[in-house]
């Protein structure tokens, strides 16, 4: 941003009785309560607010300095929108205690967070072999206990993707079904693009602007859907081997295992702005698996089965967060566990069994935790 000469209202005001004084002698009257110091006072005001408002101009009018609906509106000018937020969606199994009867399950019927924040709506969808087109929902046969049905989020999000377990109220009565829950997570949600990722994407679409570029590729991935991440390997072949006018994209959804859907899509995208006569493919991430133990010395007043709960969830947390091609420091994991409320030493860590052994960083694989022990 450009830099200005602000001034303060004690050095407008100064300003003023210096400039008055030096041209109007007999005028030197600026105690307080007098008329000038009050005259001078209300004009420093106003500008004051004044040069609020140059820089309020001056930040909407700089993309870097820019926020919410400034940022919208500035690359709007060029074709280019924020994401939008998306919607959660999972299986939910609806379960009766006897099932003498059958039950049919509406589509459109609702089910809710246990913490009543959440709610959700069953879809249909022909692929479950309880979905009835005819009926316009899921007909659980008698003497068939639960049925698992595909549901969907009311609300868009992050919160949206509630953990497994965590949706077990039922907000539409429905005949012969007693409770539900889900035993996985719902999974999808997704918050807008916050304004950082809007301005990164908006570098990556001046960058495709020429196309044949890495970052036009980049920038037509980026652009399909929230929270996608990928990786660009050029003149190598995917075994790792030299080959000239080749390159390869590695994309996931932050799963570890995206739809084919979603690679299609993705290729579908790159094509288009790919070089002339080079040729690329697109693969699903390789899952490397995190397997982290280690034993937590807890301090006196601190519950230590909740602080070891806790350093494992974080543990757990942060490997599923490192996102496509990073690789996992093992010093990380101390860290990280010192970080929680209670923790006063850290021995035995171990990751995959080793100490002191990183996970290196590769484009093909994305880190996942598996077996986390705190103990």
Do not use: H
């Not at 004044?50 to 690359?75: E, I, K, N, Y």
């Not at 003497?143 to 953990?163: D, F, K, P, R």
Request: charged residues 5%.
């Amino acid at each position: 941003m450009a830099t200005l000469n602000l001034k303060s209202i004690a050095t407008l005001v100064a300003n003023q009785a210096a400039a008055i004084q030096a041209n109007a002698s007999a005028l030197i009257d600026f105690t307080v309560g007098s008329v000038l110091l009050a005259f001078t006072e209300s004009v420093a005001a106003v500008a004051v607010w004044l040069q609020g408002m140059v820089l309020a101009v001056l930040a909407a009018s700089r993309l870097s300095t820019s926020t919410g609906s400034d940022v919208d509106t500035f690359v709007a000018d060029y074709g280019l929108y924020r994401l939008a937020s998306s919607q959660s969606a999972g299986s939910v199994t609806f379960s009766r205690y006897a099932s003498t009867q059958s039950a049919l399950v509406p589509v459109g019927a609702q089910v809710q967070s246990a913490d009543g924040s959440q709610s959700f709506v069953v879809i249909a969808d022909p692929t479950n072999s309880f979905y009835s087109s005819t009926l316009s929902g899921f007909l659980i046969p008698a003497n068939v206990a639960s049925a698992a049905i595909e549901v969907a989020s009311l609300n868009a999000g992050t919160a949206t993707n509630v953990v497994a377990g965590g949706v077990n109220r039922l907000l539409t009565s429905i005949s012969g079904v007693d409770y539900v829950n889900n035993a996985a997570a719902m999974s999808g949600g997704a918050s807008a693009e916050t304004d950082a990722a809007l301005k990164i994407r908006f570098v990556l679409f001046l960058m495709s602007l020429s196309k044949a570029t890495a970052g036009a590729v980049g920038y037509a991935i980026a652009s399909l859907q929230l929270g996608v991440q990928f990786t660009i390997t050029q003149n190598l072949s995917y075994s790792g081997a030299t080959q000239y006018g080749y390159f390869y994209v590695v994309v996931d959804d932050g799963t570890g295992s995206p739809p084919g859907s979603l690679l299609t899509t993705v290729y579908g995208a790159v094509a288009p702005v790919a070089p002339l006569c080079i040729s690329f493919n697109v693969f699903s991430p390789l899952v490397a698996v995190a397997t982290i133990s280690g034993t937590i010395g807890v301090a006196a007043g601190y519950n230590a089965p909740a602080v070891k709960g806790a350093v494992g969830q974080a543990w757990a947390s942060f490997v599923s967060n490192l996102g496509l091609g990073n690789g996992l420091n093992y010093t990380q994991l101390a860290a990280i566990a010192y970080a929680t409320p209670g923790v006063t030493d850290v021995t035995n860590l171990l990751l995959n069994g080793y100490a002191g052994v990183d996970m290196v960083a590769n484009p093909q694989f994305t880190i996942k935790p598996g077996t986390v022990s705190a103990n």
